[in-house]
Each structure stands twice: as structure tokens, then as C-alpha cells.
């Protein structure tokens, strides 16, 4: 009778946990004089949580944003998770989340959808980020006109020696379907021309930024793209021609501010509704000097 | 069963007139218990929870192939079947979307196979060895480390692969990249190992001594044994065990999407960066629009590999039965 008494109590204790899980955060119980005597000057009275769910490319940033502001208002709790424009995009409209990042702007289809279950996407423009092109530091290549990017990306450019490089095939390293970096670099360098235009057969969709980057790193004969912030000294970035009479412009925090650098696009929270209550106070936070600051410090653009 | 069902009611009542109830006869295995409540004791309650938990088992399993049926199957109404099964065409979030999977059929199947043809003679070699030629102390020390490579998390393989076999396989072969089907397929090879071994292990000691004795009797040697007498009559067994493997290797999603190289054409050899079926349905699913078309494709997908793995299945399970059977 014991044994079949603990068998029935193992989904009582998983319901239990499920939700003590769900319930725990939603109820802080911080109360505002202790709080106020830890950081006097911030505005440490607020309290609530706040999910944030969307794109890889913001996911470190939104995590330093949240960090730093959990550290100045103790009562707040906010959660950040990755995966992706198209999964914060999915959750804001399923409820699941509080705020999307999204580094690519809703599309009609996806509003249309959300005006559906009664969500009204806002999108808050938090920040600029440039899309950079990487190659091998071996690789000979410094400079790609708009059209040479996207035949490698098509397909018509398959060797480095079509471009002045070494004879060798081109490692076509795109990110997947699920990132807001794979649509915005389909729409602005693939189909800038040719609406049609969709990545080649050959293209290899890897599953995170990181990933391209690791593999940019150690082949010489790889060309990707992930946003500026996973810019590092193992990669090189090229430097892009909006057409080859014009000049060639590397991704710069300047030149993405300046709109020089061809393939720059902006980020944003999205809210259902326009903000409010903490949420409000947050975006403010990450609009204002000090959000922006950690936009800069991880290579990403102030918003002008 | 109608036949049958006389001879049924006679033993109900045999077993009931000897005051116990004959559970094993009904269809339901409830229906006793109802037939006596006044036999409400202990023994039946927990008689009673265990059929129960058997029969939930069921249920839930049928839920859940219906759910993928109703989920995956509208997307025929939409794309012919035959081109979603035999073309190559995938661009979900284009507009409109295409949907052909043969290049991840053939991206499974290819990793599949590698992982089989390097793991089947390892693995048979390593049973042989444990079986056999191990003393039984080195037995006891060794079968559990292999069965704990089975509970090896298949992320921490995928990363092996990505960060040490990739660059390996990428001079050893001279290929443009290491992310390829033959890094997935060696990586695959490690998570069906543990099964193969494990399960030819215990076929090969299931041979009747006797076999073994009249081979050594007849002065034929310890390889001659393995080789002509006790592999022969292991082979259903280690074919059961073989159709398991390619059943965990094929379900396989974590090891492919990080290792095989995410590319959409059809592979041409195996050393072509490829796509398999999992890593598709992993990546793509959680940006699908519920219901959505590309959302049907995947569970349509998923369909498609529910069929190959119940497939492959079933065949161990015909196999297993088949040499329970000749050894009973």
C-alpha cells in the first residue's frame, strides 16, 4: 500500500513544482523600505516581473540591460531567453512572453495573426545594429559590392576565384529560418534586386550566430553574417560597396549611425499594447543615458 | 475468439468457483472487478491501478499519433503528397512556401547508414569480446561503462563533434568544411554503440552452452566458435539489436543539427554538409505560426519518421520474437 501511495504522490509533487515554479515570481515579496535603504537613488520602489523572449541577436544585450536594472530595482525580476525574432514574435501573440526583441520589423502577416488573439503589437525602436560580413582572416577578400554579396549567397558565385580569391569553394554559412538576421539579410542583400531571390542549395544553415562564427573562425574558405556585436579578432569583416562605384564602408557603430554602411537595420521591443506599469518604466531605462551606454559597450548603436 | 470464448467463461467461472479472479482472460482486465465488488480488497485496488496505468500508457500513445495525424496530414491538402515525399524543394517562410523533405529523408538516412556501418562491426566485436573472451570480474567492469555511454547527453556528443571531430574529418578527407554527414555520422555511431553491444551481449550468452561445447569438442578454436557457431545463432538477436540502434540513430536530433551542417540540398556523397529530418523539425518548429502550413509540413515530417521508426521497430520486434522463440 506504501509503494502505490508514493507512485500517486510523484505527479502530485510535479504538479506542486510546476506550480510553486509559476506562482513563486509573479508574488515578490521585497518590501519597498528594504530595498530603499540598499540603492537610495534609484527608483528601487518598483516591483513585478518581466519576461523578455525573442531574438539571438539582442539576447546579450537584452541580458546586461536586465542584469544592470535587477541590480537597481531588487524587486523587479526579469527573465530573458533567446531563440530567435520569430519566437519572441510567436510568444508575444501566444502570451507568453512580456516584451519581444525583435531584430527584424512584424510582418503584416504576423500582426494580422496577433489582432486575432486581441494582441496589439508596439514596437519601441531600443537600439541600431549593423548585419556584418565575415570571412577567414586568411582570406585575401577585404571588399564585396551589394550584388557580389548576394550572388554568393544565391549561388551564382560559387569560388573564391570569381571574386580574386583562392581557387577554392566558397563555405556559404547562413543563419536559420527562425532569426530575425536570416530575414533581414534575405530582404536587404538577397532580394535587393531580384524579389525572388532565395538563399542557394549550397548555403549551410547553422543554428546560432556563435556557431557561424566558431566555424568562420577555423575555415579559410567561409563567408557569413551574424549581427556586429559577435564581432571578434578571429573573424574578418568585410568591408561593403553599395555598388561597385561607390566606396567601400566597414561596420562601424559611425558608419551604421550614419547610414553609410549598407546592411544596417534597427531592433526593438515590442509590447502588446503600449507599455506600462514596470514595463514602461523599463523601456524608459533602456531608451534613457544609461540603457543606452551598455548598447554601446556591446558593440551594438545608440539609437541617434 | 469466438471459439475460444466458451472455453473463456468456463475458466472464469473454474477460476471464481476456486475464489480467485481470472484477470488474464478478459479484455479489459477491469471487467472481474466489476463483475465482484463485493471482492473490493487490496489485492484487487492494486490489480485495479496497474491495468489502469497499462491501459493510460496506451491511450496517451494514441493521442499522441492522432494529434500528429490531424496535426501533419492537412498540409495534403495544400501540397501534393508525392512532392512533398519526392522533391527538394524546401523554403517554408517563402511566399508561397514550398514544401518538398526528400533531401532530409535521403540527409537521415545517409547519417543513419554511416553510423551502422562503422558502429554494427565495432559493436558485434565488442559483444563478442564480452561475452566470450572477457572474464567475467572484466565483464562486470566493462558492460556498465558501455551502458553509461548510453546515457551520455547527446549535446555533449554534438559539441565533441563540432569543436574536435570537424577540423579531424575536415584534412583528413580535404573537405571545404568538417560540418558535414560523415562528422554526424561518426558522432551517431557513438549513441547507437552502447545499444548494439549491450543487446548482442546478451544474445550471444543466450546461446545454449551446448553449442559452444560441441564446436570446442570438435577442436575447432576460440575465433572458429565465435565466428562459424555462436554469431550464426546469435544473428537475430544481434540483428534485433542492430534495427534498435538505427531506431535511436535516425530519432537522433541534438547530435545532427549541431554537426551535419544545415545544408538543404540533396546530398550528393556523404561527405556533403547535409539536413536530417530531426534537426529540421527541432529548428523550425518553435517559429512556425500555429497552424500555419509550415507548421503542418513539420508534423508532416514528423509523420514521415514516426512511419520509418515504427518501421524499424517492428522489424526488432519480429526479429526478438523469432529468436525468443527458437531458444524458448
Known amino acids: 500500500m506504501k509503494r502505490n501511495l508514493s507512485i500517486l504522490a510523484i505527479p502530485l509533487v510535479i504538479i506542486l513544482l510546476l506550480t510553486s515554479c509559476s506562482s513563486g515570481p509573479s508574488t515578490p515579496t521585497i518590501s519597498p523600505t528594504s530595498t530603499s535603504s540598499s540603492s537610495p537613488t534609484a527608483t528601487s520602489s518598483l516591483s513585478g516581473t518581466i519576461v523578455v523572449k525573442g531574438s539571438d541577436t539582442m539576447v546579450n544585450l537584452a541580458g546586461v540591460w536586465a542584469e544592470t536594472y535587477q541590480s537597481k530595482n531588487p524587486g523587479v525580476q526579469i527573465t530573458v531567453s533567446g531563440g530567435g525574432s520569430g519566437i519572441g514574435i510567436a510568444a508575444l501573440i501566444d502570451g507568453t512572453t512580456d516584451v519581444c526583441d525583435n531584430s527584424r520589423p512584424w510582418t503584416q502577416e504576423e500582426v494580422d495573426k496577433a489582432k486575432i488573439k486581441g494582441v496589439n503589437p508596439v514596437e519601441t525602436k531600443v537600439a541600431l545594429d549593423g548585419v556584418a560580413v565575415v570571412v577567414n582572416p586568411q582570406n585575401p577578400i577585404n571588399e564585396l559590392t551589394l550584388e557580389q554579396l548576394a550572388a554568393i549567397f544565391v549561388g551564382n558565385i560559387v569560388n573564391w576565384k570569381e571574386l580574386g580569391g583562392a581557387d577554392a569553394q ?48 577555423r575555415n579559410p574558405n567561409a563567408i557569413g553574417y551574424y549581427g556586429m556585436g559577435y564581432l571578434s579578432l578571429e573573424q574578418k569583416d568585410v568591408a561593403i560597396k553599395k555598388d561597385s562605384s561607390s566606396p567601400a564602408v566597414k561596420p562601424s557603430a559611425q558608419t551604421v549611425k550614419d547610414g553609410t554602411y549598407p546592411i544596417a537595420r534597427p531592433l526593438f521591443c515590442t509590447t502588446n499594447g503600449q507599455p506600462s506599469g514596470v514595463i514602461a518604466e523599463y523601456l524608459n531605462w533602456i531608451l534613457g543615458p544609461e540603457g543606452q551606454r551598455i548598447v554601446g559597450e556591446l558593440e551594438f548603436v545608440t539609437i541617434p | ?298 508534423f508532416a515530417m514528423g509523420i514521415v519518421l514516426f512511419l520509418m521508426t515504427l518501421a524499424v521497430n517492428i522489424i526488432a520486434d519480429l526479429v526478438l520474437e523469432k529468436q525468443r522463440r527458437r531458444y524458448a
Not at chain 2, 484477470?23 to 480488497?41: D, T
Not at chain 2, 562491426?121 to 566493462?142: D, N, Q
Request: net charge positive; with cysteine.
Open chain 1, 170 to 217: 566558397i563555405v556559404v554559412l547562413s543563419r536559420d529560418s527562425n532569426s530575425g538576421t536570416h530575414v533581414f539579410f534575405k530582404e536587404h542583400v538577397l532580394q535587393a534586386k531580384d524579389k525572388k531571390a532565395e538563399y542557394g542549395k549550397q548555403v549551410q544553415f547553422l543554428p546560432t550566430s556563435q556557431s557561424i562564427a566558431d566555424e568562420v573562425a
Open chain 2, 1 to 298: 475468439m469466438r471459439r475460444a470464448s466458451g472455453t473463456e467463461n468456463q475458466k472464469k467461472r473454474e477460476g471464481r468457483l476456486a475464489g480467485k479472479t481470472v484477470v488474464e482472460n478478459s479484455f479489459f482486465g477491469i471487467h472481474p472487478l466489476l463483475a465482484s465488488p463485493k471482492k473490493f480488497s487490496k489485492e484487487n485496488l492494486i490489480r485495479w491501478i496497474i491495468t489502469a496505468t497499462g491501459w493510460i500508457t496506451v491511450i496517451i500513445l494514441t493521442l499522441i499519433m492522432l494529434l500528429l495525424f490531424t496535426e501533419g496530414l492537412p498540409i495534403f491538402s495544400t501540397t501534393n503528397p508525392f512532392s512533398f515525399i519526392f522533391t527538394t524543394d524546401w523554403y517554408p517562410v517563402s511566399d508561397p512556401p514550398v514544401f518538398g523533405i526528400l533531401s532530409f529523408i535521403v540527409g537521415s538516412l545517409m547519417v543513419t547508414l554511416t553510423a551502422l556501418v562503422i558502429a554494427v562491426p565495432i559493436g558485434v566485436a565488442a559483444s563478442a569480446f564480452l561475452a566470450e573472451i572477457a572474464t567475467p570480474t572484466l565483464r562486470e567492469i566493462i558492460k556498465p561503462i558501455i551502458e553509461l555511454l548510453a546515457g551520455l547527453p547527446s549535446i555533449v556528443l554534438g559539441f565533441i563533434g563540432f569543436l574536435l571531430l570537424a577540423p579531424v574529418v575536415q584534412n583528413a578527407f580535404h573537405l571545404s568544411t568538417g560540418l558535414n554527414g560523415l562528422t554526424a555520422g561518426i558522432m551517431l555511431a557513438f549513441i547507437c554503440l552502447p545499444t548494439i553491444v549491450s543487446i548482442s551481449e546478451d544474445s550471444l550468452s543466450a546461446v545454449p552452452k551446448e553449442y559452444k561445447e560441441a564446436a570446442y569438442a570438435l577442436g575447432a578454436t576460440k575465433w572458429q566458435t565465435i565466428r562459424r557457431v555462436l554469431i550464426p545463432a546469435a544473428r537475430s538477436g544481434i540483428m534485433a539489436s542492430v534495427m534498435l540502434g538505427v531506431g535511436r540513430a535516425i530519432g537522433e536530433t541534438m547530435v545532427v543539427l549541431m554537426v551535419a551542417g544545415g545544408r538543404l540540398a540533396l546530398p550528393n556523397f556523404i561527405t556533403d554538409p547535409l539536413s536530417a529530418m530531426t534537426g529540421r523539425i527541432a529548428i523550425e518548429i518553435n517559429n512556425a505560426v500555429f497552424g500555419g502550413l509550415q507548421y503542418q509540413a513539420l
